[in-house]
Structures are given as C-alpha cells and as structure tokens.
C-alpha cells in the first residue's frame, strides 16, 4: 500500500532512503531563505545539491538577520548567494503619483524614449515616458497593470539601450562584505556579459570560490559563443527567467541551451521547470490531497481503500504536466546534469515539495534507462 502510494506521489515519502539510492549525476538546486517557515526540512534534504540565497529583494540589514541564523540549522547542503551585478534593478518608487509609475534604479541607464518596458517576467509593461537624474530615475506614461516593488528587475528590449554605472552598487559590495564574513565559497553572478565581470567579482569574494555564472542575455551568449574560458570553479548557468524575455525571438531558446551546454558540461539550467506545479487554480486539489492523506488513520479497516479514493477524487493526475516532463527529459538528453528551480516555486512548503518529489522521481527513472 505504502509502496502504490509512493508511487502515485513520490514527494509523500517521510523515510529517507538509504545515500546510495540518491543519484549524483543528475542535480537539483532551490531557492530559500533561512527566515522560510520550511527552511529547516529542505536544509538537509539528499535529494538537493545546493540551496541559493537570491539577494534581489533583500536589503543589508534583513541580510545581516538571516546570515545569523544559518547556524541554529547545523550542517547544510551547500549554499550559494546570488549577486547581483549589472541587472537594473528598482530601488525606490514614487508611492504617493497616482497617476504615473514614477521610480529610481540602481544603475543609470539610457535609450531612446518613449519605449516600453517590461515588468513581472514579461507579463506586464508600461511606456517609460522619459528619464531623469542621469538615467536613474525613470518616469512613465501611466503605469503597468500591477504594483512595481523594490527590489524587481525591468527589462527594455530596444537596441538603443545601454546600463552605466559601476558593475557593482556600494549596497551590493556591502552584501558581498557580510556574506563573506560568513565565510561562503559557493556563488552565483547575475548578467555576466564579459570576462571583465568575472575579474571584479572575484576582486571582491575571492578567486578560491565557486562562481555560478548566469547567462541571461545576447550579450552575455556572445561571450559564451565567443571569449569563455573553462575553469573548475565557473560554472555556466543557463538562467531562463530572465533568458527567455531579453532574447530577441523567443524561438531562439533552444539554441541558447545548447550553446551553453556545448561550452560547459557542467552547466546548470535554470528557472522555469515543472512551472506546472505552480498554477494555484489546479494545485490546491494537490495540497487539500496531501493534508488529508497525511491525517488518513491507517489503522482503519481499509487504509488501500481510503488512501486510493482520496488520491482518485482530489489528486490532478496533470501535475507536473506531461509536458513539464518532457522538458526535463529534453534538458537531460542535450546533457544537462544540474538543474534549478525557479523562486516562485520555492516559496511554498508544499509546492516544492511537489516539485522535488517529481524531480526525483524522473531521476531515478533517467538513471535505470542509462543502465
């Protein structure tokens, strides 16, 4: 019974298989913080190879808070912190204009106005009006559907425009300062676009440390295409969440991926994997399923029973969707050996504990087709 259910849903597993069982070639990372109410269950969990610590909607002091806590977890899978370098970042919006989204950047930038830009992954946009105060301070006509927060990325497509300013923002040095106190070795390098990124980044953290370095636009393809160099502590990433909007066709992902690949064998893809686990109009019957098989008395007189109508009645046998599965199988056979998921569906105890159990699973399953 307990074997069928495992089956159904791996993710509902309590027991910890033996280490052997767990298969080092194929690799899964998360995105957490210490503060998550579910933090301390996936800090150990086998199945992860390294959990990072994305740095973009964190100030320095809430920074300082949860660098301080990470020893009350004892030993942890690696951690990683994600920098952050060029990428134009908000610092600061104008909540008091109504009328027009008004904000500040952490870098100045120019392009030729009016233009529209891109917010929430590319989901939502506005027309940026003009610029001010050097390219830093951004004013638009009218504004996006939705709220703009501190701390979000904005992407403008238009070849006119450029990012000035220095690589890395005082704010940014200082984050790096704190976390090196903490002794981390283990990083991620947000929009390298050139090898001179790399040489600073290492001025400020070390050239002893592991750099995960993220690939998220033309430019930073073309320096893969044409300048990387392979080392044993860079390793490529893939980053798609931001990949997929900035490149100039969406058709051209594929070939993206496999550029990488081909550069780096060690490669990590990332961001927008089982996104199906993350639709709440679907999922709910998911987690309603998981409570209340977690709260079934398996004593009763007939536990098969009980369990198999549960899961029939309120499990969506469409998460993960087929093709969610696909893709993971399509990344593994161009030979990608580490893969991330994205924020979003890390935010959720059980979310990711969907997301994990299925990774798993098509794990194990990738494993017994190579033998």
């Keep these: 019974m307990i074997n069928k259910l495992q089956r159904l849903f791996p993710s509902l597993s309590r027991a910890k298989p ?10 899964l990372m998360v995105t957490l913080w210490p503060s998550f109410p579910h933090f301390s269950k996936f800090a150990n969990d086998p199945r992860l190879s390294g959990i990072r610590l994305n740095s973009a909607m964190i100030n320095n002091p809430e ?19 994600d920098a952050k370098g060029r990428q134009p970042r908000v610092t600061w919006v104008d909540t008091d204009n109504t009328k027009n989204l008004d904000l500040r950047l952490n870098h100045p930038v120019s392009v030729k106005t009016p233009v529209r830009v891109l917010f929430k992954a590319g989901a939502d946009s506005a027309v940026l009006e003009r610029l001010e105060d050097g390219g830093q301070r951004l004013v638009f006509r009218g504004g996006p559907a939705y709220m703009v927060y501190p701390g979000e990325s904005i992407h403008i497509l238009h070849p006119s425009f450029k990012i000035g300013g220095t690589l890395f923002t005082d ?22 676009e050139c090898q001179k ?14 750099i995960m ?14 300048n990387f160099k392979k080392s044993d502590n860079l390793v490529l990433v893939a980053a798609r969440g931001d990949m997929y909007i900035e490149l ?24 927008r ?37 549960t899961l029939l009645s309120l499990i969506n046998r469409d998460i993960p ?51």
């Excluded at 033996?18 to 690799?27: I, N, Q, R, T, V």
């Excluded at 920074?63 to 912190?81: A, D, I």
């Excluded at 969406?250 to 990332?270: N, Y």
């Design 321 to 371: 969707s087929c093709a969610d599965f696909c893709e993971m199988a399509w990344l593994y056979d161009i030979g990608y050996r580490n893969m991330m998921l994205c924020d979003e569906l890390c935010l959720r105890e059980d979310l990711l504990d969907i997301a994990i159990g299925a990774f798993d699973a098509f794990r194990k399953d990738r494993e017994q087709v190579k033998t």
């Design 273 to 309: 994997i089982l996104l199906s686990v993350v639709n709440d109009i679907r999922n709910h019957k998911v987690t309603e399923a998981i409570k209340l098989i977690r709260s079934i008395d398996l004593k009763g007189s007939d536990p098969d029973k009980t369990i198999e109508t």
């Design 63 to 81: 920074l300082e808070r949860e660098l301080k806590t990470l020893p009350n977890f004892g030993p942890t899978v690696p951690l990683y912190f």
């Design 171 to 192: 704010e940014e040095k200082a984050k790096l300062e704190k976390v090196r106190r903490f002794e981390f070795k283990n990083y991620f390098l947000s929009y390298v």
């Design 197 to 210: 990124d790399i040489d600073e980044f290492q001025e400020l953290v070390g050239k002893d440390t592991v």
């Design 18 to 27: 033996p280490e052997a069982l767990f298969l080092k070639s194929l690799k």
């Design 213 to 226: 370095l993220k690939i998220e636009n033309q430019r930073g393809l073309d320096f893969v295409a044409n």
């Design 248 to 271: 100039a066709w969406p058709h051209q992902i594929p070939e993206a991926l496999r550029l990488i690949i081909r550069k780096d064998p060690e490669a990590c893809v990332g961001s």
